[in-house]
């Protein structure tokens, strides 16, 4: 007899790894299909809506008791792998050495097998949380979540409106620190904003040097954003994180870390950190990242304009306009230089509802007793943020138990991405625990 897919879950990863979902285009229909079949045939009742058939959205409810619907919620799009060099065919699904082969096994068809295995082994189960569990598998998460958890959010509000808490990416997984193992758990996220700079000058011909032109207001620009941080702002969320690694730490390492939590010290003291402060940086800062230059014609002329995209992260509760006057504060006089904000993914930055923290932190210390889990700021983005416009509480957890060597991050998105099969198979255990244990206390 075969061993139902649900015990098999790196097995299911493997299957939704060979969907190539690359986005863009796309093209998740096929995916989604595959994950709506194992469901329905499991007796879940499932609902697709989509703004683009061939980029549908899954919804599949586990039904419950009479307390408030917790949300699981994943994407099966992937990004592309041109121009990298893989050991493995990227969309084989490659079982090697231990490991699941492929593009998305850790961003994020990983989390997405581990959601409906669990879903599908609490089905057979017959497990009854105190609330339904209503899981969303999602197109387009990696090119601004549009025709994904956007477009669910804005056009069927009304399939969330019982939902109080919504897990997703990213958390979960090992943070190694100071020699403690630490495990994330997001409780919060950075917002999207895109802005555009133009930066306008005289133009003319290139036989004649300018050092006034729009070329010297792009390169002062570029150099004053890319050399200077932006105002230290302490956040909630980033304040619990330093106090809880700052608690497991040494004496005088716990006073260094507890040192970042006062503004006139921060930057001083991150310089002195090492590698740990490129995780702690984005976290006590907006940020801002120019990426794309548009400019100039012909070799022979001095452009007159030239367009200059930037992706900024703003912190929770930060305002595009608060943003806009810490960059011009930084900017400073270079002259010719309009910025517009071409997008901005926010929302009001409420307080953050710890409800459903100690539940996961339980199932995850159940299931892995040396963990020390604490509550973290993602200093990037994720669907969550479109959830939260309908006052739900997102969390990043899709739990990983991960070999040292292990370089998680590193890996995302990355040639040669792939996951131990004993993560897998732990997570999927982490997240039943959630499901059956929900609303029991």
Not at 34 to 56: F, K, M, S, W
Not at 271 to 287: I, K, Q, S, W, Y
Not at 355 to 383: I, K, M, Q, R, Y
Request: proline share 8%; net charge negative.
């Amino acid at each position: 007899m075969t061993t139902p897919i649900h015990e098999r879950p790196a097995d299911l990863l493997s299957e939704l790894v060979r969907f190539e979902t690359v986005n863009p285009p796309g093209g998740e229909r096929a995916c989604i299909e595959y994950v709506d079949g194992l469901l329905t045939e499991a007796g879940i009742a499932t609902e697709t809506l989509a703004a683009d058939p061939e980029r549908p959205n899954l919804l599949a409810r586990l039904p419950g008791g009479d307390a408030p619907t917790l949300l699981l919620q994943g994407h099966v799009d992937v990004v592309p792998t041109e121009g990298q060099e893989w050991d493995e065919p990227p969309f084989s699904g490659t079982r090697k050495d231990g490991f699941v082969w492929g593009r998305g096994t850790l961003d994020m068809k990983g989390g997405v097998a581990m959601m409906v295995a669990a879903m599908l082994r609490a089905a057979e189960e017959g497990v009854e949380p105190a609330g339904d569990v209503l899981l969303a598998v999602l197109s387009d998460e990696e090119t601004g979540g549009d025709v994904g958890a956007r477009y669910l959010v804005e056009t069927h509000p009304e399939r969330f409106a019982d939902v109080e808490y919504a897990i997703g990416e990213f958390g979960g997984f090992p943070l190694r620190i100071d020699g403690t193992e630490f495990y994330p758990i997001q409780v919060a996220e950075k917002r999207v904003c895109w802005l555009e700079a133009t930066v306008t000058g005289r133009g003319g011909h290139a036989s004649r040097p300018q050092r006034d032109g729009a070329m010297h207001a792009l390169g002062e620009l570029l150099t004053r954003l890319t050399e200077q941080r932006l105002p230290v702002r302490i956040t909630p969320p980033a304040r619990e994180f330093v106090e809880a690694i700052a608690a497991e730490a040494e004496p005088e390492r716990a006073e260094q870390l507890r040192g970042l939590l006062n503004p006139e010290r921060t930057d001083e003291i991150l310089d002195e950190l090492g590698p740990v402060a490129e995780r702690l940086d984005p976290m006590l800062h907006n940020t801002v990242s120019p990426t794309v230059v548009d400019g100039g014609g012909k070799v022979n002329v001095h452009p007159a304009e030239i367009d200059l995209r930037l992706d900024a992260r703003l912190l929770p509760g930060v305002t595009p306009e608060e943003f806009l006057e810490e960059v011009r504060e930084v900017v400073g006089d270079v002259e010719g230089v309009e910025f517009e904000v071409t997008r901005f993914d926010g929302g009001e930055g409420k307080r953050v509802d710890m409800g459903l923290f100690d539940l996961l932190c339980d199932s995850l210390t159940e299931n892995h007793p040396e963990a020390v889990p604490v509550p973290f700021l993602l200093t990037g983005a994720t669907d969550g943020r479109f959830f939260e416009q309908l006052d739900v509480q997102p969390y990043g957890y899709t739990p990983l138990k991960l070999p040292p060597t292990f370089e998680f991050e590193a890996l995302v998105h990355a040639a040669n991405e792939r996951v131990p099969a004993e993560a897998i198979a732990f997570g999927t255990d982490t997240l039943s625990t959630v499901i059956r244990e929900y609303g029991s206390a």
